[in-house]
T-cell receptor, first 112, second 114 residues
Framework: DQQVKQNSPSLSVQEGRISILNCDYTNSMFDYFLWYKKYPAEGPTFLISISSIKDKNEDGRFTVFLNKSAKHLSLHIVPSQPGDSAVYFCAASEGGSEKLVFGKGMKLTVNP | EPEVTQTPSHQVTQMGQEVILRCVPISNHLYFYWYRQILGQKVEFLVSFYNNEISEKSEIFDDQFSVERPDGSNFTLKIRSTKLEDSAMYFC????????????FGEGSRLTVL
């Protein structure tokens, strides 16, 4: 079941640069998309979300872009900071369902 | 800052034994969830719970699993007869509002079935 795909397992960037994390989905019924980040030995923490009626949502250094025609979303972190180093999960839900479908995660490393 | 707490942090059990994982959700939250992550795999939805009943469950959540809110604060996941493939990190989560996907997760309970 690969409804939400994060095809790159890891990304390494320099502090101050932009981090771009990508996510693809196959289920056209998904209408809400989220990014979670996870530090070792902790549970996932909600970061930012976007509804399918929007194509962009911004919260401080974090911006999520949604391209519905391509079934693709991305998370931009600008500027990246060493504290952003974590595993980032893309997740999606279908209207009316409480179930979140997660991607496999992507490990981001921000080097000082 | 309020947080979701889970106990135990790690439990080792023999195959066929019953296990209860406990969670204390954030106090003003009304919606409760269990997810699990098998090592190296995705975080998977197990069940959601609201108003003292299951509101949604996945195919994974078969008759071996049950959830309960025995009092005003705890939310438990019981696995009646554990199998090797139940070995995973189990995450409890809660939310104040339904449908936003903005869940607050606990740190997880690692279950190892031998």
């Amino acid at each position: 079941d690969q409804q939400v795909k994060q095809n790159s397992p890891s990304l390494s960037v320099q502090e101050g640069r932009i981090s771009i994390l990508n996510c693809d989905y196959t289920n056209s019924m998904f209408d809400y998309f989220l990014w979670y980040k996870k530090y070792p030995a902790e549970g996932p923490t909600f970061l930012i979300s976007i509804s399918s009626i929007k194509d962009k949502n911004e919260d401080g250094r974090f911006t999520v872009f949604l391209n519905k025609s391509a079934k693709h979303l991305s998370l931009h972190i600008v500027p990246s900071q060493p504290g952003d180093s974590a595993v980032y999960f893309c997740a999606a839900s279908e209207g009316g369902s409480e179930k979140l479908v997660f991607g496999k995660g992507m490990k981001l490393t921000v080097n000082p | 800052e309020p947080e979701v707490t889970q106990t135990p942090s790690h439990q080792v059990t023999q195959m066929g034994q019953e296990v209860i994982l406990r969670c204390v959700p954030i106090s003003n939250h009304l919606y409760f969830y269990w997810y699990r992550q098998i090592l190296g795999q995705k975080v998977e939805f197990l069940v959601s719970f609201y108003n003292n009943e299951i509101s949604e469950k996945s195919e994974i959540f078969d008759d071996q699993f049950s959830v309960e809110r025995p009092d005003g604060s705890n939310f438990t996941l019981k696995i009646r007869s554990t199998k090797l493939e139940d070995s995973a990190m189990y995450f409890c989560a809660s939310s104040e509002i339904r449908g936003t996907g903005e869940l607050f997760f606990g740190e997880g309970s690692r279950l190892t079935v031998l």
